[in-house]
Structure formats: C-alpha cells, structure tokens
C-alpha cells in the first residue's frame, strides 16, 4: 500500500499569514500518460463531509479561493495557504488516487493563533 | 448539480449487520466510480472500497474483505455498502464519494454524500 504522511499533524497561523501543509507519498503516484501526479487535497470542517480544494496534485477545483494553491513532484506535495482566513480552520487531508487501496495521510488540524 | 444523498443514521449491536445506501443525482450514475469511506470518531478517513456503477464489478480494501459487500441499482441510481459481523470499532460515519470516470482508473473524490453515522453499541 501507498502510505501518505502529512506533517505538521496540527498548525497554528495568524490571520493573513501563511499556512504551509506537506504531504509525503510513500512510491512515486505519478500518471505517465499525462505526466501528472495523482494528489488530491481536501478540507473537511467539523460535522461536514471534506470538500475537494486540488487534484493532479496542482488543479484547484472550480470555485475554491485562489489563495490555496498545491505544488510538488516526485514523492513530496504541499498545500499552501497564502493569507488565511477564519473560515479557512478546519482539517485537511491529502490523498493518493494512484492505485487501490486509495490512502489517505493522517490529517492536519489547522487553527488560527 | 450532483448530489450524493445517504440513507439515516443506524444503531447495530455487536454481530449484526448494516446496509448503507447512496442514492446519486444529476450526472449518469453509470459514468463514475462510486467509493466508500469511513470516519470513525475524532479520526482520519480509511478507504472502504470501490465499485464500478456500470458493471457491478467492487474492489476492497484488504481489511475489510470478507466483511463488506457493494452493490448497486442502476433503475434508481443507488449504491449500497452492506458491512457484517459489526464490532464496536466499526463505530464510525460512513461517506459515498463520487471518483473519477469508468474511462479512467484515477480519479479524485470530487462529490460526497452528507454522511451516515453507524453506531454499534451492546
């Protein structure tokens, strides 16, 4: 199995700052046909089912702020947060759509300081 | 608008069984892969399983073999995910996500049901 191993597990930013997530596959998930990685990010608020904010690692999903961004390559992700908001507090999970059993990293619980 | 909507919340005890369903709307059911995953309190998200709506065909995760089956209806667009012999720690909320073309193996998760809470208590 892909292991996918998120760091830090917990992140405290102020306001308007930035918010930096890293998320490490265990083998390489990428997609040689289109030369992509199949990373997807996701944003799950309490008592809500997670959100998709990224996929191929780097495309945000229509309608998520332009202030999260992914990037990466090889075996090394991160989500990047430019300027955090109050809204932005929730906890957020990377995912590998590569093979089966898709996996998930453990979390990472952000807050604002 | 695609729309994933789950069956209500359940209460099992130990060794019972629990079936699940997933009724989709607004895109063609048998277009995408249908996955389910789990949430058990204040934890992460663990992978269940997969099924393809168009041929019925499933893939699991290797620890719930055995234990899980997915099914689906396609005259009303329902996925089902049935778990047995249920033990306290399958105590959990259970996700439908909708994942990537039929056409295509890889796919992201990008619509999600609300959610079914399953509670296995003595």
């Known amino acids: 199995d892909i292991v996918m191993t998120q760091s830090p597990d917990s992140l405290a930013v102020s306001l308007g700052e930035r918010a930096t997530i890293n998320c490490k596959s265990s083998?390489?998930?990428?997609?040689?046909?289109?030369?992509?990685?199949?990373l997807a990010w996701y944003q799950q608020k309490p008592g809500q089912p997670p959100k998709l904010l990224i996929h191929?690692?780097?495309t945000r999903e229509s309608g998520v702020p332009d202030r999260f961004s992914g990037s990466g390559s090889g075996t090394d992700f991160t989500l990047t947060i430019t300027s955090l908001q109050a809204e932005d507090v929730a906890v957020y999970y990377c995912?590998?759509?590569?093979?089966?059993?898709?996996?998930f990293g453990q979390g990472t619980k952000l807050e604002i300081k | 608008q695609v729309q994933l909507v789950q069956s209500g919340a359940e209460v099992k005890k130990p060794g019972a069984s629990v079936k699940v369903s997933c009724k989709a709307s607004?895109?063609?059911?048998?277009?995408?892969?249908l996955h389910w995953v789990r949430q058990a309190p204040g934890q992460g998200l663990e992978w269940m399983g997969t099924?393809?709506?168009?041929?019925?065909?499933?893939t699991y995760a290797q620890s719930f073999q055995g234990r899980v089956t997915m099914t689906r209806d396609t005259s009303t667009s329902t996925v089902y995910m049935e778990q047995s012999s249920l033990r306290s720690d399958d105590t959990a909320v259970y996700y439908c996500?909708?994942?990537?073309?039929?056409?295509?193996?890889?796919?992201?998760?990008?619509?999600w049901g609300q959610g079914t809470l399953v509670t296995v208590s003595p």
């Open positions: 083998q390489t998930i990428l997609y040689s046909s289109n030369k992509k990685n199949c």
């Open positions: 995912q590998q759509y590569f093979t089966t059993p898709r996996t």
């Open positions: 099924i393809n709506p168009r041929s019925g065909s499933t």
């Open positions: 996500a909708r994942g990537g073309s039929i056409l295509m193996w890889f796919g992201e998760f990008d619509h």
């Open positions: 191929w690692a780097s």
């Open positions: 607004g895109y063609i059911f048998t277009s995408y892969y």
